[in-house]
C-alpha cells in the first residue's frame, strides 16, 4: 500500500478527481482519498512517482508518506 499526502482538494469533487487519476495509473487495484485528512491510500504495484504525477496533473500538490 502506498500513502499520499494531497494537498489542494477542498470538496467532493476534487475528491473523485483525485481518485479517478489515481485509479488511471498503471498497476493500481484500489484508491481511497480521504477529504479530511487529504490523504490517499492506494492499493497495488504502482510506481509512487506516476501517482503523483497523476495528481499534480489533476491540479493538486501530493507527497509520498512513510508507512
Known sequence: MIRLKIEGMTCGHCVQH?????????????AEVDLK??????????DPTALIAAVVEEGYEASQEAL
Do not use: I, M
Not at 37 to 46: D, E, F, K, N, P
Open 18 to 30: 483525485v481518485k479517478t487519476a489515481l485509479l488511471g495509473v498503471p498497476g493500481v487495484q484500489a
Open 37 to 46: 485528512s487529504g490523504s490517499a491510500q492506494v492499493t497495488g504495484l504502482a
